[in-house]
């Protein structure tokens, strides 16, 4: 191998090479943005549609199904939901994470462009969203007012929305419950009668009157003048003074109708303790940090408070920034902890400031590389790539350690350092290599590894790699060029004298390895007790395992808590509102470690989806209420378990049917697609069934126990008008179902009247009737329908108006109609919760034509932990084949491989002893041990097997090469091990996620580093001694 020759030759050229590279990865670092996760595009787009004033049935009908219908033909579709309800459509298009999700909405916008005039005339035009994490808001606001509260909605809008946009890095921004001022016509239906008119005949005259016109240009000589017909109607008393008489009667709409200057009817109301108001929410760019977007916003938001009214309060609700600064901070005093730990064993074990800082000066120019690749690729600096370069600091040092040891032995011969670093180095290339190989087989196939899972950890995958090939390079490079310059020569050595502390090291070192000797010695000598006690512990690992519970992404205890409230379906606006109060107040009492100011809730339903945009729920009757904590080491209650007890608390009041409560991260919930742990999907064409099947599943679960907030997303209806027309006599009234629909649609919901523009501002004109006035079947009788020929009919003389059943949602998944049952665990893992849900589902008695199954958070993990299996299975097989392409042997790899196995064993105890459960983070720890375990077999082996070419007999090669290679075990494992022990323990925000792949790691190690000493050396002795047994066996029947 060239390189270690190159390298010491030139001994400046490397310097600078290196140099460089550590320059490169400063200016690197210094620009990374920073986050809490890698940036995640969404496998999910949203279509929201607007149809103002129709039923849930009506919307599902004519608007859902048929847009349903056209998107099912998008690229990649891997599943299609939708949900109708009330005056809007939601439906949402899943596909897989390893699809061109820009592709795929390109696609769903060309099939929407095709709708044409499927839809109904008064719907609005479908809104596709796709969702990416940036969406999550950086920053929430909550803002109220009370002098000012009118004019609330210029004060949003122009004084603080309009300054934050310009912010550098501020991407969208959303207002929701600003108080938007509109004319109101309030009509009376008596008065309309009186004068023969209807309120349709109202709104044309009033769009007319307020319509200004232009009449095109007139040439006058040189001259040019524009010709304009200014709106009659300009201002509320020339709006009040409108002649809306057809026949000359000289009736004037205040005659009919209260004119008023006044607030629109809202739809989402927003709340902070300061009361009602408006919150606003702020996202970043894609690509920028969230730090500094938060920190620009919050400067500018201090000078936008300069100029507001005084009575307007502002207070900051959800804050992004949090997590990322406590998590990355965390996390980085880890990574300090790790190095400092790996450096103290380094020098513990070699005992040498030079060569201890050879070994050492690998670990910077390995992680400035990861950093270098980090910015090429255009990733942030967020957990997974932290994690990556902890889990990395220990690993790196060992292709030095191996290099720097046999230049050592080479010195020690009598060669000089150049000779000795270049054929030190060259000799160990084909072995590190190998050895670095093995343990990137196990990261390649977590490479290209699907779902959230693939891009949650490819970062880490990459990133280790890459890390260990920078380890490799430098080993083969930079250590043996800076060993030819600063080891001590052989005569050195010979003159220089240790102090007491290094005799007194020596003579442990030496103690430890007369004691592991004669302890290998025995195992050697007794190879069937060894193994079969190796083979126990193993199998009672095994039943130990079912007791260690199994996960799928650990929440993280970010400090948020939300609580989302579904009243019955008829509650208003109003009402949902009232009780959002209510919780408000409970959260007040009973969360004292509530951060002062961060308590806020929303009402309602956007008219443009806004709040579904960004991951709430909404609807008329439902609310959701938001709080944020101190840090998780101010307080003696996580989020999860204040979440619990605020579910009991929120589940006693009377008027909430519905409730799902959050602890922990508002991003963790988006992450995992705003899925409860576990839900149950209750499929069929009649919602009666369905709901009902739904309702008794969801009784068997609170009758198991170990869940809770366990909620249906069942109907129950509500009570409505029902208008049958009578196509015969409409028709020979000269009226159509279209026409009468329109115009009972305009009475009942309201209808714009045109737009008066004065100041500089633009409101419309609404007009609906007067309170009460509509609430009977009689008085929906008496509406006036204006025939084709002019003539106004009662609709009742057309139509039979009865009560009758409507629903106000209906969700539907794959095209047909679904009710789901969702519940959170209470001190369960998500495995056993699981089987208690399958065991429900199989023991009941599910009706005909309906079909039932499990969904949620359990069905990711299914489909996480079956990609992981095969990434495991993978990397055993890669790992085999690299070390028997190393050995040109299919026996010793198999030798090597049983620490695998046995490895399990260190890893089950540790999740025992430290109460984890097997997660992803976990799984991925259990993957990285097959490519790290092996190393030190692959060293201790070869050794074994270059004894035995020297001459030594089978016994004393494995003795000799035990002792011989026990201190670079220790110091490899060891360096490992405490590299991660920070990660494992640490208790800073973001632990969930990090700690159990730590905790993981270190009881493997532990264990198979016995295993490495003890167990496959007398493996290999056993397996060798029947070959060598074999071998005479064969020699002497050819000699026969």
């Not at 739809?267 to 996202?283: C, E, F, K, N």
């Not at 990574?335 to 040498?352: E, K, N, P, Q, T």
Request: proline share 3%; net charge negative; glycine share 8%.
């Amino acid at each position: 191998m060239r390189l270690p020759e190159i390298a010491v030759k030139r001994p400046v050229a490397t310097a600078m090479a290196f140099l460089a590279v550590l320059i490169v990865g400063v200016v690197a670092f210094t620009r990374l943005p920073l986050d809490i996760m890698p940036e995640l595009e969404m496998p999910s787009l949203t279509v929201i549609t607007v149809y103002p004033g129709a039923s849930a049935e009506e919307v599902e009908q004519d608007v859902t199904k048929v847009i349903e219908a056209l998107l099912a033909g998008t690229e990649n579709l891997k599943e299609i939901k939708s949900q109708s309800k009330e005056n809007v459509s939601f439906i949402t298009m899943i596909f897989d994470w390893n699809s061109d999700i820009e592709s795929s909405t390109n696609s769903a916008r060309d099939l929407l462009d095709l709708l044409g005039n499927r839809l109904p005339a008064q719907a609005r035009k479908p809104m596709l969203f796709k969702i990416n994490s940036n969406m999550l808001p950086v920053l929430m606001y909550g803002m109220t007012a009370k002098e000012s509260y009118s004019e609330l909605e210029h004060i949003v809008n122009d004084k603080i929305a309009d300054p934050i946009r310009r912010v550098p890095g501020v991407g969208t921004l959303i207002t929701i419950g600003t108080p938007k001022q509109e004319y109101r016509v309030t009509v009376s239906p008596e008065k309309l009668r009186g004068y023969n008119l209807s309120i349709a005949q109202l709104a044309t005259i009033l769009k007319g009157q307020s319509l200004s016109i232009p009449g095109g240009n007139i040439d006058v000589g040189e001259n040019s003048f524009a010709v304009r017909i200014p709106a009659n109607v300009n201002s509320l008393e020339t709006l009040k003074n409108t002649q809306v008489s057809i026949l000359g009667q000289g009736v004037k709409l205040r005659d009919v109708a209260e004119v008023s200057l006044t607030t629109e009817e809202m739809t989402a109301v927003a709340q902070s303790l300061h009361g009602q108001g408006a919150a606003v929410m702020i996202q970043k760019q894609s690509g920028e940090n969230t730090l500094e977007v938060a920190k620009r916003v919050r400067a500018k938001m201090e000078e936008v408070r300069k100029t507001l009214p005084p009575d307007v309060e502002i207070n900051e609700v959800m804050f992004a920034d949090e997590v990322v600064r406590e998590s990355i901070s965390g996390l980085s005093s880890s990574l300090l902890y790790s190095l400092i730990f790996v450096v103290l064993v380094v020098l513990a074990m070699l005992r040498d400031w030079r060569q201890s800082f050879i070994v050492v000066l690998t670990i910077p120019f390995s992680l400035i590389t990861a950093l270098i690749l980090m910015f090429v690729i255009g990733w942030s600096i967020n957990i997974f790539s932290l994690m990556s370069l902890i889990i990395a600091m220990g690993m790196v040092v060992d292709n030095a350690i191996v290099v720097l040891e046999n230049i050592n032995q080479h010195i020690e011969r009598g060669a000089g350092r150049n000779e000795a670093a270049m054929f030190g180095a060259s000799e160990m290339g084909s072995a590190i290599i190998a050895s670095t190989l093995t343990t990137l087989m196990v990261f390649l196939p977590m490479v290209f590894m699907g779902g959230i899972v693939g891009v949650l950890f490819k970062q880490l995958a990459v990133l280790v790699s890459v890390t260990l090939i920078a380890s490799l390079v430098t080993a083969l490079a930079l250590t043996p060029m800076v060993s030819s310059k600063m080891l001590l020569t052989a005569k050195s050595r010979k003159n220089r004298k240790h102090g007491p502390l290094y005799r007194l090291s020596e003579n442990i070192f030496v103690w430890l390895e007369d004691v592991y000797s004669n302890v290998l010695k025995w195992t050697v000598h007794h190879k069937a007790v060894t193994l079969l006690i190796a083979l126990l512990l193993f199998i009672g690992s095994l039943f130990l395992a079912k007791v260690v519970g199994t996960d799928y992404i650990p929440a993280m205890d970010a400090g948020d808590v939300a609580v989302n409230i579904q009243l019955e379906v008829s509650a208003s606006v109003e009402k949902t509102d009232s009780v959002t109060r209510e919780v408000m107040k409970l959260f007040e009492e009973h969360v004292p470690e509530m951060l002062p100011g961060t308590l806020a809730s929303i009402a309602g339903q956007t008219s443009d989806g806004a709040l579904t945009a960004v991951g709430f729920k909404e609807g008329k009757n439902i609310g959701t209420i938001l709080c944020h904590l101190v840090l998780p080491n101010e307080r003696t209650r996580s989020a999860e378990e204040i979440a619990r007890e605020m579910g009991k608390l929120v589940a006693k009041i009377p008027e909430v049917q519905n409730y799902k409560i959050m602890g922990g991260s508002v991003l963790s919930t988006a992450v995992q697609g705003n899925k409860s742990p576990i839900e149950i999907n209750v499929y069929g064409s009649s919602l009666a069934t369905i709901n009902a099947t739904a309702q008794m599943l969801a009784d068997s679960l609170k009758a198991r126990g170990g869940f809770a907030d366990i909620i249906t997303t069942r109907d129950p209806g509500k009570l409505e008008i029902l208008v049958d027309i009578d196509e015969d006599k409409a028709s020979s009234m000269m009226l159509n179902s279209g026409l009468i629909g329109l115009q009972v649609r305009q009475a009942l919901y309201g209808t714009e009247g045109g737009k008066i523009s004065s100041d500089g501002n633009t409101r419309r004109i609404y007009l609906r009737y007067e309170e009460g006035a509509s609430d009977k079947v009689e008085d929906v009788k008496n509406i006036l329908i204006t025939n084709l020929a002019g003539t106004k009919v009662k609709l009742g003389a057309v139509a039979d108006v009865k009560l009758g059943q409507g629903v106000l949602q209906i969700d539907r998944e794959a095209q047909q109609r679904i009710v789901r049952v969702k519940a959170n665990l209470d001190n369960i893992p998500l495995g056993d919760a699981a089987k208690i849900a399958e065991d429900i589902i199989a023991t009941s008695d599910i009706p005909d034509g309906v079909v039932v199954e499990t969904a949620g958070q359990i069905k990711e993990q299914e489909s996480a932990f079956s990609s992981l299996y095969l990434m495991l299975v993978l990397g055993i097989l890669m790992v085999y084949m690299v070390m028997a392409g190393q050995f040109e042997s299919f026996v010793d790899p198999f030798i090597i491989m049983m620490a695998v196995p046995l490895t399990i064993i260190g890893v089950i105890l540790a999740f025992f002893v430290t109460n984890t459960t097997l997660s992803v983070s976990a799984f991925i720890g259990i993957i990285m041990l097959v490519g790290i375990v092996v190393n030190n077999g692959i060293v201790l082996i070869d050794y074994i097997k270059l004894l035995r070419k020297r001459g030594y007999d089978l016994e004393t090669a494995v003795r000799e090469a035990g002792r011989s290679r026990l201190r670079p075990v220790l110091m490899t494992s060891l360096t490992t091990m405490l590299g991660m022990l920070p990660m494992a323990l640490s208790v800073d925000m973001g632990r969930e996620i990090y700690s159990p792949l730590g905790i993981t790691m270190i009881g493997g190690l532990l264990v198979s580093t016995f295993i490495t000493l003890l167990v496959v050396p007398t493996f290999y002795a056993a397996i060798h001694r029947r070959e060598k047994a074999i071998e005479g066996m064969l020699k002497r029947n050819v000699e026969e």
